[in-house]
């Protein structure tokens, strides 16, 4: 009896007092999460590297091929498709990562620098997070329509009519027109979190500082930054993760086919065509989707490791 | 933080300013639209409109599925919101508080799915689904949700949790009191806030998830928001007084919830997984 209410001291424990637990308890707390977690998110994951390997469209037998899925996507009769996809994803990456990151530092400075409005600016700037993806994509299709749509008819109206495009009809111009409306609709998340991050820096290093005769330049570069690097590293691996997610926006502004002429595929569109078909994919097989998947997650899958290594290792410093 | 003068100020509060009205402009548009007749739209894109077409808000809603949308996406995000919460609660209590075998293992085993992206294992879920008949089904759609939301607020939890004295257990403990007891009447009333938190960043993900709805959701009476809207922006292309009317009314009740507990949206961004 005692020994079970044992108070056990452990390096590994956070601020050390754990109590041991009757097992039956532990299967009840643990269990009912356990089960549909590793049923719905840890067993499809296994079962999607098993369909790779397959062919099958979706009812009666599998038959198995080995790796062709693989060849097919990476250098056969649908490499052109996946590599073009592939490169937009990674386009779409490093252009997200400059403006959301950059302008979401500085916006990030310019909120903890004021005090009056503080509160309605951080409020503004992060409305437009908690629309759903798809909506901004349809709002966002009005504003850039050739005949409706705001952003033209402002460019008109103010002696700028030459700058009028079809945006999203333009294949030159399309995938920056999309990755514009999800800087829109995303910034205000990383302009607090940068925020946060911010105020987290010991007021004394400024003051101190400033006493030194630093300028605010001096002070952005040598003191801000630095010392929010953490943030723009986990933020960074987050936004590779989410970039090989995007699928909601392109589909809202350019349809399952990623139009114009495949202009704005990723990998995402590409992955919802090959499993479930859409007039014009080349192939609809969910064990080629499969593949597509396996492919994605392969990319994404080291930064996921060390996101959640990050993330248990700050956890158990904090 | 920084010290800036009256030039500094006078930059950063245009820079805010113009900034929030890039934010509003396309949310002003489709409310402005939403009253205008299509005429109107095209002849004069900036003006208020010539006159107060609320018939478009009927056609819209009535078109558009929207008292169905709004019931199905209602239930299926409570429900599933719901579900996470008690079985998320429990596994951060006993991992937060207690000693067993595979402890450690079976939170990273957790903490892997917050950045496994759910979405690359949809054919499996949509296989299984449909085996067990719940294709086309709410059940099946909020199944997936809790399933996928339970990494996220195992995290959220545990890590508030491990935040509270274990001490404020150890009497009821030492009376006897069954681990059971002890989450239920002292443990779960003190992680509140952080129920609220993962609740809300719950539901509003939920309820403005486009792509599970998409593939698991077939009949038009079982449609989610998104879902609803996406299939009448095809449906009524070109009619931007019905497609404004709509996405108002799809756009507004968020925003509503989001301008009275925006401090708890805030709060649930920062002390989310990401700091």
Do not use: C
């Not at chain 1, 920056?176 to 940068?194: E, M």
């Amino acid at each position: 009896m005692a020994r079970r209410f044992a108070l056990k001291r452990r390096a590994t424990l956070r601020k050390g007092i754990a109590v041991s637990i009757k097992k039956r308890y532990v299967l009840l707390f643990v269990l009912p999460a356990l089960i549909l977690y590793v049923t719905f998110v840890i067993y499809p994951f296994i079962f999607s590297f098993i369909l790779s390997f397959y062919k099958w469209p979706g009812a009666g037998a599998k038959t198995f091929v080995g790796l062709q899925n693989f060849k097919d996507i990476l250098f056969g009769s649908f490499g052109n498709e996946f590599r073009n996809a592939f490169m937009h994803n990674i386009y779409y990456f490093i252009l997200v990562t400059i403006f959301e990151l950059g302008l979401g530092f500085l916006l990030a400075i310019f909120l903890v620098s004021i005090v009056k409005g503080k509160r309605f600016f951080q409020m503004m700037v992060y409305l437009p997070n908690i629309i759903s993806m798809i909506l901004v994509g349809f709002i966002w299709s009005m504003m850039l329509n050739p005949q409706i749509g705001l952003v033209n008819q402002f460019l008109r109206h103010v002696g700028l009519g030459a700058l009028a495009q079809p945006w999203l009809g333009d294949p030159n111009l399309a995938l920056n027109t999309i990755i514009a409306v999800n800087v829109w609709r995303n910034l205000g998340f990383y302009v607090l979190v940068f925020t946060a991050s911010l105020l987290d820096i010991p007021r004394e290093l400024l003051e101190a500082a400033y006493i030194d005769g630093a300028s605010n330049f001096k002070v952005i570069t040598k003191i801000l930054f630095p010392l929010t690097i953490p943030t723009f590293q986990t933020l960074s691996i987050l936004l590779f993760i989410w970039t090989f997610n995007v699928f909601d926006i392109v589909y809202a502004l350019e349809g399952a086919q990623a139009g114009p002429f495949r202009s704005t595929d990723v990998l995402g569109t590409l992955f919802y065509r090959t499993a479930f078909g859409g007039l014009g994919s080349s192939r609809a097989d969910f064990g080629l989707g499969a593949a597509v998947a396996v492919l994605i997650f392969l990319v994404v899958m080291p930064l996921s490791l060390v996101y959640a290594y990050v993330v248990d290792r700050r956890s158990r410093n904090a | 933080m920084l010290k800036v003068g009256k030039w500094g100020k006078t930059i950063i509060y245009s820079v805010l300013t113009v900034y929030v009205v890039i934010i509003a402009t396309p949310f002003a548009m489709i409310f402005v639209n939403s009253f205008k007749s299509l005429r109107d739209i095209f002849l004069n894109p900036f003006s208020l409109p010539s006159t107060l077409n609320v018939q478009n808000y009927v056609e819209a809603w009535k078109s558009a599925n929207l008292f169905n949308a709004y019931v199905n996406s209602f239930l299926v995000s409570t429900l599933s919101v719901g579900g996470i919460l008690i079985m998320s609660s429990m596994l951060a209590y006993v991992i937060s508080r207690y000693d067993f075998p595979f402890r450690r293992t079976i939170y990273l085993f957790i903490i892997v799915g917050l950045a496994l992206p759910a979405r690359l294992a949809i054919i499996p879920i949509y296989v299984m689904l449909n085996d067990l008949n719940l294709l086309d089904t709410r059940t099946g759609l909020i199944v997936v949700y809790i399933a996928t939301g339970i990494s996220f607020a195992t995290f959220l939890m545990k890590r508030f949790m491990d935040g509270i004295p274990a001490e404020i257990e150890e009497s009821a403990r030492i009376d006897g009191a069954s681990p059971w007891t002890i989450f239920l009447k002292i443990a779960l009333p003190l992680t509140r806030p952080a129920m609220i938190v993962v609740g809300l960043v719950n539901f509003v993900g939920i309820w403005n998830d486009f792509f599970f709805p998409l593939i698991i959701i077939n009949s038009e009476n079982k449609e989610t928001v998104p879902l609803a809207i996406s299939i009448f922006f095809g449906e009524f292309s070109n009619k931007w007084q019905l497609i404004s009317a709509a996405l108002s009314l799809s756009v507004l009740p968020i925003m509503v919830i989001f301008f009275l507990l925006s401090k708890y949206f805030i709060a649930g961004m920062t002390e989310g997984a990401i700091k």
